[in-house]
């Protein structure tokens, strides 16, 4: 299919939790072959973790599983056997990616480091992502994203208001991990990409806190030019910035809010007064200039605070549709995925879980030829063991063998 890029390419993820389980599943959305190593007796620890569904009866079907694990197959294999470690090798020898988030430690003990894979496929991808990155004092600690991407990373300064008694929650499960996800992704197919027109094959490493330095870029090199730290601004109750009022988050009569982000305000400031009722203001004195406007931008940013406190959400989603400039609506998850622009983009996919109900799930960010992709719920555990190693020649008494000696699940 024109969407499925990496159609043919083989990948070993040897990898659990969502961060690199989420690249993973990019790949596997491309049209990559990725068989998922899971331990042979808890599978991936984060199977069975029911995070934010508030309990809801789902069956097997889990977002926190089927998000990062989508498409893949599933085999459940003993590494720290040496029938395990060896029937691995056989996996990555024909295998175009190998992909870990190990810890180094454990990546020492199982033998799954870049000379152990490439002592098997020396022409091998391979990608690794961590919480810290791979040098440094700190390259062998673990870290969710929670810790490395939000909190250290500096999201979590740039988004708590001085003053606040608690700092600002990260704004979804998995928000760092599948960001930082969908960049693995991109490096592997970068050095897919390479491999291909010079034959050489490289590592490839992403961290938490490299995508959250990443997210963070714009208030990092502000930060570095002028040696101060940013703060939000808004510290005060106004709720626009303070040279331009069009651009800010405005609260409506139901407390709902509506966003304005309008970085030429002259050039806007006259369709927004129409807009919300206020032609008055089109030639008062005070904003009748771009350079005035931005002198009393408390002024004209109070103005428009009132006229959108006085109506409810509602009647401001369907009023400022006919805006010339750039506005949102403050939306929830729900509201998102119900979205008729999400929706017309196949933002949000639907699969079949395990017990044939149709489930849905967002979609990976990337399209090619503007066509949504198709994709199949994650595995159960171990799901695909005996195809999988049916696959590199074993009979069936061997695969019981290998069973009863506890190589595989």
Known sequence: MSNQPLAGIKIVEVAQYTFVPAAGAVLADW???????????????????????????????????????????????????????????????????????FLPGAVTKLGLGVDDIRAVNPDIVYARGSAHGPRGPEAGDGGYDLSVFWCRGGGAHGATLRG??????????????????????????????????TGEATVVDVSLL???????????????????????????????????PLIGTFRTADDRFINLTMLQPGRYWADVCRHIGRDDLIDDERFDTAEKLMANASEAGALIADAIAARPFD?????????????????????????????????????????????ELASSPVQFDETPFVVQRG??????????????GRDDEALIQLKIDGAIT
């Open 315 to 359: 009647h401001w989603a369907e009023q400022l549709r006919t805006l010339d400039g750039q506005w949102a609506k403050v939306q929830s998850p729900l509201e998102l995925a119900a979205d008729p622009q999400v929706r017309a983009n196949g933002y949000i996919l639907t699969v079949l879980d395990d017990d044939g109900n149709e489930r």
């Open 164 to 197: 606040a008694p608690l700092i600002s929650p990260m704004p979804a499960g998995a928000y760092g991990d599948s960001m930082g996800g969908a960049i693995l992704a991109g490096g592997i197919a970068a050095a897919l990409l390479q491999r291909e027109r």
């Open 210 to 244: 490299s995508t959250a330095t990443w997210a963070s870029a714009l208030s990092v090199g502000n930060a570095l030019l002028t040696g101060k730290d940013p703060h939000v601004e808004r510290v005060d109750g106004r709720p626009h910035m303070v040279f331009n």
């Open 31 to 101: 049209g990559a072959d990725v068989i998922k190593v899971e331990h042979a007796v808890t599978g991936d620890a984060q199977r069975g973790i029911t995070l934010g569904t508030g309990g809801a009866a789902a069956g097997s079907f889990q977002p926190l599983m089927e998000h990062p694990n989508r498409g893949k197959r599933s085999i459940g294999i003993a590494l720290e056997t040496p029938t395990g470690r060896s029937l691995l090798d056989e996996l990555v020898e024909p295998a175009d990616v190998f992909i870990t988030n």
């Open 379 to 392: 595995p159960q555990f171990a799901e695909h063991t005996d195809e999988i190693v049916r696959s590199l």
